[in-house]
């Protein structure tokens, strides 16, 4: 249906979301396949990093696609309310005082320096602002590589989460 659609000119891409390689896989390698996914949106963050799909994402020239990169709102009943928070990270911090950025901006510069695209919100203008400001610095090898040790394959939004609460946190803002 989705290629149809791409055929009649209606989308100009194609993509997925929350697709793992095995997903991916069976795309890619569906008979008669005429569009392959351009991107890929998962969660994405530095508790959750994604390198293994990250690098087979690039190996098919698919974009991967970051979602809650600033890890997730606080809802009660929509994540684990004993999950830690991404921007009290302390390695984190260190790095971002070391280059003289907040915490958010490391955070997502991070994820940029590795070739994932960064979807961040906010209700705040000046925190809008700063999403902004990520393109006139770079972090350094070193930098990177501490991050990287970040990483604990922690998701924190899970299908389980979802289960006990019927609604969308954000129902009422739409």
């Not at 087979?56 to 994540?79: P, T």
């Amino acid at each position: 249906a989705l290629e149809a659609c791409k055929d009649a000119g209606l989308v100009r891409s194609i993509g997925v979301s929350n697709f793992n390689r095995k997903q991916l896989e069976l795309i890619l390698n569906a008979p008669g396949l005429k569009y392959k996914p351009v991107c890929n949106q998962v969660e994405c963050h530095i508790f959750h990093n994604q390198t293994k799909l990250l690098e087979f994402c690039k190996s098919k020239d698919i974009v991967l696609v970051g979602y809650s990169v600033l890890g997730s709102s606080r809802v009660e009943g929509w994540i684990d309310q004993n999950s830690p928070h991404v921007l009290e990270d302390p390695v984190l911090n260190e790095v971002a005082k070391k280059v003289g950025r907040s915490a958010a901006q490391v955070a997502m510069r991070y994820l940029l320096q590795r070739g994932i695209v960064v979807l961040a919100k906010s209700f705040t203008a000046e925190r809008i602002k700063q999403n902004f400001q990520l393109f006139d610095f770079q972090l350094s090898a070193e930098d990177m590589k501490r991050l990287d040790g970040i990483n604990k394959n922690m998701r924190y939004l899970s299908i389980d989460n979802w289960k006990e609460s019927p609604k969308y946190p954000y129902d009422d803002e739409y």
